[in-house]
């Protein structure tokens, strides 16, 4: 973490003094008339991209919600591999893994040969060596917003949620901000109307989103007629995995899903329960926490399940539904129309809870689209670039969908009782557990949240003839991090960690081995000289610092203790803020650490040895592999001057 770049600040958390205003500001006596951002809905998705937005000062957002203050008791729990990766760029991943429940395996159980008992059929690990640095994780919802209201409160805007607000319609004019009429709900104000108009309205307002309908836009999918039940409780069993994630198939009474939760005690169970008539809804049916624990039992013979103290329960039905798109630009008018509105999260895609995947994508839509709606209200992109944003996510809800249908189908189907080579192909109905058990292992990338692989587009190349450059760096995927060694001071540091939040497009030059970084004829050297004269000016305003829109970042073969730091080009080693402070966080080596091993970063992602340059985006996804030196040149420059605004013809930029 970097600060006291202006100045030596106290010895006070560095978060706190982000807020450079003189007095609090209030978010809860009233909005104001007009906004940058509108965002309806405090869930996972609508507090993540407050967050995102909160970090910029020059943009003002708000968040609308119903309820009367945070949430106190949520549903989700499930935090992917990927989803921690995002908490680091926000700063609070090591609260999360401490807080956590690290799911490390899964086990899987089906009945006894004589359908009276269970035994277990498999032990997976839960995700496969290498592919994060960061586990899966198990944490109430409840805790998990608590902490982004903490990244929104510590943020430059000290922003947090407009309470007991609830979105009564909107208006898109053709042309200028969208007109919001906001409806309060506390004591004293309930009924009163705010208008507020937004440049751009987000609706993050779950399943049954204002947003969404405002937009005409319908979710097609189905209903599914299987009821499930939630269970959270302390419970007192003989069954042995009860602290792992398991999967247990029942011969006649159901399945069940245990996910441990946090803090060592709880534990989740998902319970399967009756199967639904056409068009009957699980509210019909009167459903208690009894008949989920009753249900649980009978699943869980002959093991014990006492039930000593439920914390929540709740019940729902599977049903996997999505929009066409996005947001309010219909696809003929793609051409000739920025879109102004749109939804994310449950407002466009719902499915089943069981996989833990509701939440993750809902956060992952807005991590994707925050930063480009900063882009373009800062002036730094057109915004044409916001297009990208329901192209590029309709499609991953789409897998997931698909995926849903066919996990939850696999979780309802009856276990067979021979195995499927002797029994033929499974049918709708059953299923063998070995297929099963493989199915969970194939999809764990998936569930990870890395399998997402975004298509050619404005930010992403399609030119892909230098993949081999970086094999372990597919363009369209996620930056994949791996330990390097800081040059300046030894440190190890996780490359993706560099990454942080920020709005800031990533550009890692890897170096040759047979180029010295210190030759002004090396490559890299050629390489930084034309970034600092040509791409890092056309695109930044010269008051702003060289670093606020291109991060560039070298990671050199060469031993430290060779390398004369002073003597690397200007771009590494740039001079920022109030005093001209020189940053000396830029640059890295491939090497082994004092006691933290070696990332080997070179072998493990298949980097060439002679080097070249990675370019990610602000979300952290690789849009670019391309040579080191004068080849890469004309490809950056089309590549940014294909979606940025050029400094010299912005009308609203700031930076
Ligand atoms: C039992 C269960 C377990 C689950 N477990 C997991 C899990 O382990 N992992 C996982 O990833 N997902 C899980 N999910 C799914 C997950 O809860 C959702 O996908 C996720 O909460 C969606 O986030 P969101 O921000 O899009 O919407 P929501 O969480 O629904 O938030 C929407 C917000 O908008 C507000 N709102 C509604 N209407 C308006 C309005 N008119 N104006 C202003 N605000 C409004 C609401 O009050 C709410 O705060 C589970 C779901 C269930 C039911």
Not at 39 to 63: M, N, S, Y
Not at 333 to 354: L, M, Q
Not at 642 to 652: H, S, T, Y
């Amino acid at each position: 973490m970097q600060y006291h770049l202006n100045g030596f600040d106290g010895c006070d958390d560095p978060l706190k003094y982000q807020f450079k205003g003189s007095q609090e500001p209030d978010f809860q006596s009233s909005l104001p008339s007009e906004v940058d951002v509108l965002i309806v809905g405090a869930g996972p998705a609508g507090q993540l991209l407050g967050a995102q937005l909160a970090q910029f000062p020059d943009i003002t957002t708000r968040i609308i919600e119903p309820k009367p203050g945070p949430l106190q008791q949520g549903n989700a729990d499930g935090l992917q591999c990927r989803t921690i990766e995002i908490f680091e760029a926000f700063g609070f991943s090591e609260r999360v893994l401490k807080e956590g429940y690290w799911t490390m395996e899964t086990t899987f159980w089906s009945p006894t040969e004589d359908g009276k008992g269970l035994k277990r059929t498999g032990r997976i690990q839960d995700t496969e060596d290498g592919l994060s640095e960061f586990p899966h994780i198990i944490l109430n919802q409840a805790r998990m917003h608590g902490m982004w209201l903490d990244a929104m409160k510590w943020s430059p805007t000290r922003l947090e949620p407009s309470y007991n607000r609830q979105l009564a319609s909107l208006d898109i004019p053709k042309d200028g901000p969208v007109d919001v009429v906001v409806e309060r709900q506390d004591e004293g104000h309930r009924g009163e109307k705010e208008h507020v108009r937004a440049k751009y309205v987000v609706g993050c307002d779950g399943a049954r989103s204002t947003v969404r309908q405002s937009l005409g836009l319908e979710m097609k999918g189905d209903f599914a007629n299987q009821a499930w039940g939630v269970l959270d409780a302390l419970v007192e069993t003989d069954f042995p995995d009860v602290r792992v994630k398991a999967a247990i198939h029942s011969a006649e009474e159901g399945s069940i899903l245990i996910i441990p939760r946090e803090g060592g005690y709880l534990a989740r169970f998902y319970i399967e329960l009756d199967k639904l008539k056409q068009d009957e809804r699980i509210a019909k049916k009167n459903i208690t926490s009894d008949v989920l624990v009753e249900r649980a039992q009978r699943i869980f013979k002959p093991y014990r399940f006492d039930v000593k103290h439920i914390g929540h329960w709740s019940v729902y039905e599977v049903g996997q539904r999505l929009t066409n798109h996005f947001d309010n630009v219909a696809t003929v008018n793609r051409d000739t129309e920025s879109p102004r509105v749109f939804i994310a999260g449950d407002a466009c895609h719902t499915h089943s809870a069981k996989a833990g995947q509701g939440m993750n994508v809902s956060m992952n839509d807005t991590y994707n689209l925050g930063w480009k709606l900063a882009s373009v209200l800062r002036g730094q992109a057109q915004p044409k670039l916001l297009h990208t944003y329901s192209a590029e996510r309709q499609v991953i809800a789409q897998t997931l969908i698909d995926f849903d249908r066919e996990i939850s189908r696999q979780f309802a189907a009856k276990p067979k009782a021979k195995s499927a080579e002797e029994n033929g192909s499974n049918d709708g109905d059953s299923i063998d557990p070995a297929v099963f058990q493989k199915y969970f292992q194939r999809k764990g990338r998936f569930m990870a949240g890395l399998e997402t692989q975004y298509k050619s587009s404005a930010i992403i190349a399609a030119d892909t003839k230098h993949q081999h450059l970086a094999t372990g760096f597919p363009i369209g995927e996620r930056f994949h991090s791996a330990q390097v060694l800081r040059l300046a001071d030894a440190k190890p540091v996780q490359l993706g960690h560099v990454m942080k939040a920020d709005g800031r497009w990533r550009i890692f030059l890897f170096g040759s081995n047979t180029e010295s970084p210190l030759d002004p004829a090396s490559r890299m050297v050629k390489t930084c000289k034309w970034l600092e004269d040509i791409l890092i000016p056309r695109f930044t305003s010269s008051n702003a610092d060289i670093d606020s829109i291109f991060d560039v970042r070298a990671i050199l073969q060469q031993e430290r203790q060779t390398l004369n730091l002073p003597d690397l080009p200007e771009v590494l080693l740039p001079h920022k803020g109030k005093f001209s402070i020189q940053d000396y966080e830029k640059v890295f080596t491939d090497e082994a650490s004092y006691g933290f091993g070696h990332g080997e970063i070179y072998k493990n992602r298949g980097i060439s040895k002679e080097g070249c340059v990675i370019v990610a985006r602000p979300d952290q996804y690789v849009s670019a592999v391309l040579p080191l030196g004068e080849e890469a040149f004309a490809p950056l420059e089309e590549f940014f001057g294909g979606f940025m605004a050029d400094v010299e013809k912005r009308v609203n930029g700031h930076s």
